[in-house]
């Protein structure tokens, strides 16, 4: 898909809403987005936007987003309106 991330100095913005993602495409996107982060001094993802994507589900979620996000902490804000996913893999 047409994986969208743009870098301000050591801010990331990463859009990638409405793009028909599924939770494997997630893998992927969090990879190149995983080596951006190592290649910057002090990463700081802004945005991370992934509404609109049915299916990106729980799965996912906890499979590849929540190791992510323990190796990589400093996420402002994440957005996952109209994906399949509930209550379950916010925690």
């Known amino acids: 898909g047409t994986s969208y991330v743009e ?19 997630l893998k992927s996107l969090l990879q190149y987005l995983e080596k951006q982060c190592l290649a910057l001094k002090d990463p700081f993802i802004h945005t991370l ?3 609109g994507n049915p299916r990106i589900t729980d799965k996912g979620i906890s499979k590849h987003f929540a190791p992510f996000a323990t190796k990589w902490p400093n996420i402002h804000r994440l957005k996952l309106y109209r994906c399949n996913v509930g209550s379950e893999a916010a925690k």
């Open 7 to 25: 870098v301000h100095g050591s801010q990331l913005k990463v859009n990638v809403a409405n793009s028909e993602m599924a939770d494997d495409d």
């Open 49 to 51: 936007d992934l509404s």
